[in-house]
């Protein structure tokens, strides 16, 4: 049986002894990007990426790809494996990151992005005003089970 296992931790202690095959692969994708503020300093927000997922699948929070963004607007996030995924600003101060109710709402209002093999996309990003994450997070909670 065949098991992804990127950004999984993988106790091999609890594997039973059995042949294990470890597949590495290079060639992810790169997202090259500017958020672009009226007011804020840009370094004060991240940008996070999260996978694309149905309706009814969970998002791990160990599936996001963040990074932090220079003063001058500019971000980069390298390795990012091949997939549909969703891009959007946010301040540093956020939090709910963790909540993969949240991270499902992130997709209405993230930029859509399909990274294939090796490609480097280039993005422009603004970032999500307060108001907007904060009905969010409401959106997430009046949806959660």
Known sequence: MDKDVTDTYLDLALVPQQELT?????????????????SDAA??????????????????SLELRTVSVAADGKFHVQNIRPGSYHAIAVSNAIVGLDDPD????????????????????QIELHPLSRSDWEALIDRARAVAP
């Not at 470890?22 to 672009?36: A, F, H, P, Q």
């Not at 927000?45 to 699948?57: F, K, M, Q």
């Open 22 to 38: 470890v597949t590495l692969r290079s060639g992810g994708g790169s997202v090259d990007g500017t958020v672009t503020t009226s």
């Open 43 to 60: 370094n004060n927000y991240r940008v996070v990426l999260v996978p694309s997922i149905d309706g009814s699948s969970p998002v791990s």
């Open 102 to 121: 949240v991270l499902r709402e992130i997709g209405a209002l993230g930029e859509n992005l399909s990274v294939e093999r090796d490609a480097r996309l």
